[in-house]
């Protein structure tokens, strides 16, 4: 058969199957499954609601016709045997990150608008699980034997940034003598950055302004596109500022930022709404010296997406550069605290990013 046929004969398949890759990918989409290590047991390690999305991406798999299987909720596998036990291997995950705030539609029912699918997972990775394993279903209907087998591995927690799926797979099975992942708009994967998460807590407030910093349910992997801080202030005296909303709450003023999000890994464009609060509190003297040590201290991180700001700009030529972002705020027990993510390439490693940002972090 000519490229040309192949091609066509592939197109031919998608316009056949095309109404129900999207009804199974909206099935896969209406189950929040978000990976939640605080509520896991050795039935469900990677929590209820991700072993939830684990269960329908296999019971798909098993519909489809292959030999599929939940592996005590840890990971998926589905397998089209071939000639061969030697495996080329897919791997996708059904978990996915939290909504967060800034939806104006249920993250968790699928939409069809302007040519889109929207909802929480269509791009990473519930849709492109779904596809694969339609690409899988193309090559077991011909009924002709590829030369390799086919292995889809379904993970339970990427987003989380642990992998402990992949860890548990390659501890009980052979590695495929190749694997690629179609998660999100990735082509061709050869490898990834290395991911650092910090944590920074401010010492506890006594008599501060602060009454509440929030990016509510944020994810901490993502730019936050909104956040709200309540302070004492009189709402009413306050200057405006473009993206802030401000309103009275009694004696206190709460402001809303709104922001431009984005992924952690690629946040050139995007605006942090922690960023334009902390800001505007430092040019409106909102808080207390004491509080203030502590946003300039945040607001130094902010002030680059490349590390720069912080002394830990880095590139090898191999990877792009750094990337260091907030993730998220909380105000809790008088204290503040602020998530980082840190995705940095070859010409560093944690140890020296720990290193050269205990500085930084200490003059808060």
């Known amino acids: 058969m000519s490229n040309t046929d192949f091609m ?65 909720g840890q990971i998926g596998i589905a ?34 608008k ?22 899988m279903k193309f090559f077991k209907d011909k009924d002709e034997k590829l030369p390799y087998t086919l292995r889809m591995l379904i993970g339970t927690n990427e987003e989380t940034g642990t992998m402990r799926d992949v860890a548990y797979y390659l501890e009980n099975y052979p590695a495929p003598a190749f694997t690629f992942t179609p998660d999100d708009m990735f082509p061709v994967c050869y490898g990834e950055k290395g991911g650092f998460d910090g944590l920074i807590c401010s010492k506890q407030f006594t008599g501060g302004n602060i009454i509440d910093f929030t990016t509510g349910e944020a994810s901490t992997n993502a730019v936050p596109s909104q956040a709200t801080l309540v302070v004492r202030a009189d709402a009413e005296a306050l200057p405006a500022a473009d993206n802030i909303d401000i309103y009275a709450e009694g004696d206190y003023a709460m402001l809303v930022a709104t ?36 946003l300039r201290m945040i607001g130094r991180i902010m002030d680059s997406t ?20 907030a993730g998220t705020i909380h105000f809790e027990e008088g204290r503040l605290k602020l998530t ?11 140890e020296d990013l720990l290193a050269k940002l205990a500085p930084v972090v200490e003059e808060g």
């Open 114 to 135: 302007d040519g889109f699918l929207l909802g929480r997972g269509v791009l990473d990775d519930k849709g492109p699980l779904v596809v694969a394993l339609y690409c």
């Open 259 to 294: 922001g431009r999000g984005g992924h952690a890994s690629m946040p050139a464009g995007t605006v942090n709404a922690i960023d334009l609060l902390v800001k505007y509190a430092l040019a409106n003297n909102l808080c207390t010296e004491e509080e203030n040590v502590f």
């Open 306 to 325: 490349d590390g720069s700001s912080a002394g830990i700009d880095t590139c090898d030529g191999f990877f792009d550069p750094l990337t260091c972002i």
């Open 8 to 72: 066509t004969e592939i197109d031919r398949f998608i316009d056949e199957n095309w109404e129900e890759i999207v009804e199974e990918i909206a099935r896969l989409v209406s189950i929040p499954s978000v990976a939640d290590f605080d509520r896991a047991t050795p039935e469900d390690p990677s929590g209820p609601e991700a072993h939830d999305g684990l269960r329908a991406a296999v019971d798909l798999a098993q519909r489809l016709g292959f030999d599929a299987r939940d592996d005590a």
């Open 340 to 350: 980082i993510d840190i995705r940095f390439p070859t010409s560093t490693s944690k």
């Open 79 to 112: 397998d089209l045997k071939g000639e061969s036990d030697t495996m080329l291997g897919m791997i996708c995950h059904s978990d996915v990150v939290a909504p967060g705030v800034g939806w104006t539609l249920d993250p968790w029912t699928l939409l069809r």
